[in-house]
């Protein structure tokens, strides 16, 4: 055999021995453990007397058997309250609200003229006489009417059909006789100015 494989069972052989011993030793330690255990409970069995082991299972004494009822609860006297009721109020007794006067309404006011319809007098135009009637309702001009204006040539009643409408829009729009005058159309602008305001003077408040 070389010297390694010795080498190799001289070790196996040391283990071996070390297993084995360590085996003895486990189970002689643990054979001490169960006799050392075994003789501590019977010592104790030995030296305590029958019945200590059960006092803390034994049943409360009681009353019971000899048919008492166990004392009433006390119950506590009511301790009287330290604290004082509050004082009713003595102020006075809160005044009713006063209703707020209902506001006047304010009076509508009233137009600039009279409702009604006012005819105007005659105004010279030059070429012939123009006359208006104006219709007033809410206190406002809502109507200008031509009664009268030249038409007796060709050239008068193109002019005035041309101005007559503007004249009588202006009207309205300013609710007076300060009209503009039309342009082609001054004489029977002026006319018609002094028409309206005799038919307004008679409207007036």
Known sequence: MSKGQIQKIGKAINFMKKFFFSSIVFVTFAGYVLYVRHSTASLVDAI????????????????????????PKQTPAPVASTTQPKPKSVSDPTPKPVPAPKPIPAPTPQGQYKNGVYTGNL????????QVRVTISGGAIIHVAFLQYPSDRNT????????????????????????????????S??????????ALAQAKN
């Not at 105004?123 to 123009?130: E, H, L, P, T």
């Not at 002026?190 to 305001?197: C, D, Y």
């Open 156 to 187: 008068s009643v193109r002019i005035n059909m041309q101005a007559m409408p503007h004249l009588q829009q202006e009207a309205i729009a300013a609710q007076n006789s300060k009209v503009n005058i039309v342009s082609g159309a001054t004489d």
């Open 189 to 198: 602008s002026q006319a018609f100015r002094q028409s309206l305001a005799y």
């Open 123 to 130: 105004a010279d135009a030059y070429y012939g006489n123009i």
């Open 48 to 71: 305590t007397p029958p019945g200590l082991l059960n006092v803390q299972s034994a049943p409360t004494l009681t009353n019971v058997s000899s048919g008492s009822s166990p004392p």
